[in-house]
Each structure stands twice: as structure tokens, then as C-alpha cells.
């Protein structure tokens, strides 16, 4: 399947590199991006070939599928929205799966989703739509990670955890077993998360106590 990358920063040529070191037979022949300087450029081989303007003339010119190319430090909303407007305009979303990730025999992941090198997805884990397991990360057996979730380099998930939609676990994080990590939450980098986290509450260090709960400030000790 040939396929358009959405976005052509650093993130996209991780993703280039997994099309083509992956599982699966897509062809990345074009990318898009909203930098007017990026256009006509290449990407690791990939021609840019303007804005978010040329999605609808690719996929008249058949190309059939899209891969998103923007990552998310956070906020996972601008993502989630892009996913949404492919999704819309009739785009196949193939998962993308490194050739060097362990994925289970009984895991799932859904549609692009995007598990990235040395990363590892445990037995019975589910993953959702639109999620990055990005490189080296760790997701246990029988975790669930709901839609629109980043889990960033090297960061661990126990057994069981269970992750919201739209939320972030940062890069070495670690979430212990059967713990749960709310909607919209976000986890800092390098933090070592032992009790659930509400929904939207940012926390960090170790033990991980909330920096940001419900939108309200918090001295970062609490």
C-alpha cells in the first residue's frame, strides 16, 4: 500500500524508517507538513510535497493509505485531531510495526498505531487507535492503552496498566503493576508512578506526586 506521511519533522523519519524496516508492504512515496519551507524538500528519500492541502489530490491519486508523522510531548490533542481529519477524508490507517519490536502472538493494536524500535508489547496487551509505543518501551501483559496515548522512549508499563485516552508517560518512566494512569494525564520523564493518576493531573518524580491536578497549580512536592 502506498501511503502519505502526515508531517515531516524528526518523528516522521522514525516512522519512514519503520515503514520500511517493518512487516508489512507500504510504500511512504510522499510526505506533507504546514512548513512552507519544507516543500519540495526530501526526507530520507521522501519527496515533501506541500501542506495538509495535498491530502485530498494524494488520495485521488491513489495513494491510499496515511501514516501520521507528528509525535506529541503532552498534549496528544493536535494528534488525536489529525487522526480524525485522515479518518474523515477516507485515508487507510495501517498500523506501522518496527521489524526489530516484540509484539505477542496475543497482543493487539489497533489501526495506526505505531510501535517503534526494540520496543516490546507483552501477551494479552491491547493496545488502542492512534497510539506511539515509541523506542525501547515496554508495555507488560495484559496492559490496555486507550486510544490517542504516547508512550515515550524506554518508558516501562507493568502488568496490567491501564493507560486513558490522550495520555502521555514520558521518556524512562516507569508505571508499576495494575496501576491506572487517567485520561488526559501526564506522566513526567523519569518518574516512578506507584498509585493510579487522575485524569489531567500532571506528576513527577519518584514516588510521582501531582504538579498539576485538574488544571489547578501544585507545589511539586504535594
Known amino acids: 500500500m502506498r501511503v502519505v506521511i502526515v508531517g515531516a519533522g524528526g518523528h516522521a523519519r522514525s516512522v519512514i524508517?519503520?515503514?520500511?524496516?517493518?512487516?508489512?508492504?507500504?510504500e511512504p512515496v510522499a510526505c506533507t507538513d504546514p512548513d512552507p519551507a519544507r516543500a519540495g524538500s526530501m526526507l530520507d528519500g521522501v519527496p515533501v510535497v506541500g501542506g495538509d492541502e495535498e491530502l485530498g489530490r494524494l488520495l485521488a491519486d491513489g495513494v491510499e493509505g496515511a501514516c501520521l508523522g507528528v509525535g506529541g510531548v503532552a498534549d496528544n490533542g493536535p494528534r488525536a485531531r489529525l487522526y480524525e481529519r485522515l479518518r474523515g477524508l477516507?485515508?487507510?490507517l495501517p498500523a506501522v510495526v518496527h521489524a526489530s519490536a516484540v509484539v505477542a502472538s496475543t497482543a493487539e493494536i489497533g489501526a495506526a498505531t505505531q510501535v517503534l524500535a526494540g520496543a516490546i508489547v507483552g501477551a494479552g496487551a491491547r493496545i488502542g487507535e492512534n497510539v506511539i509505543v515509541n523506542t525501547g518501551a515496554i508495555v507488560e501483559h495484559d496492559c490496555q492503552i486507550a486510544d490517542h496515548v504516547h508512550l515515550a522512549t524506554r518508558c516501562a508499563l507493568g502488568?496490567?496498566?491501564?493507560?486513558?485516552?490522550?495520555?502521555?508517560?514520558g521518556i524512562g518512566a516507569c508505571v508499576l503493576q495494575g496501576v491506572m494512569v487517567g485520561p488526559e494525564a501526564v506522566v513526567g520523564g523519569g518518574a516512578v508512578v506507584i498509585r493510579g493518576v487522575p485524569p489531567g493531573t500532571v506528576v513527577v518524580g519518584c514516588p510521582a506526586t501531582a504538579l498539576v491536578r485538574g488544571g489547578e497549580d501544585l507545589p511539586p512536592n504535594l
Open 159 to 169: 502488568g496490567g496498566v491501564r493507560i486513558g485516552a490522550g495520555a502521555h508517560v
Open 17 to 26: 524508517d519503520a515503514i520500511r524496516r517493518g512487516r508489512d508492504e507500504l
Open 90 to 92: 477516507g485515508y487507510a
